[in-house]
């Protein structure tokens, strides 16, 4: 079945960088939209950023001009950079083809000094 990896997760202080990655397998990776959602605890999951086949981005006002998708079709893998980090985009990021309706399982990011 289909499967969606994240990587990269962790602790960083205020102002910090991460760079999160979900490898896709057994999935036409260059056919899908791909996406980053997050939860935080006691929230409802929220859109971070989209990427379209065609390399189109959509970004959440919260994490726009801070955060950037890219995609690797050539390696399965999608990418959310994040730099400008807050206390507040602590959650759990999630890696989705969202109109397949396929879903990692998440890595945690928590920015805390």
């Known amino acids: 079945q289909v499967q969606l990896v994240e990587y990269g997760g962790g602790l960083v202080q205020p102002g910090g960088s991460l760079r999160l990655s979900c490898a896709a397998s057994r999935l036409r990776f260059e056919l899908y939209r791909m996406g980053w959602y997050r939860q935080a605890p006691g929230k409802q999951r929220e859109l971070v950023a989209t990427i379209t086949r065609d390399y189109n981005t959509n970004y959440s006002d919260s994490v726009k001009g801070r955060f950037t998708i890219s995609r690797d079709n050539a390696k399965n893998t999608v990418y959310l950079q994040m730099n400008s980090l807050k206390p507040e985009d602590t959650a759990v990021y999630i890696c989705?083809?969202?109109?397949?309706?396929?879903w990692g399982q998440g890595t945690q990011v928590t920015v805390s000094s």
């Open positions: 989705s083809a969202p109109g397949a309706n396929y």
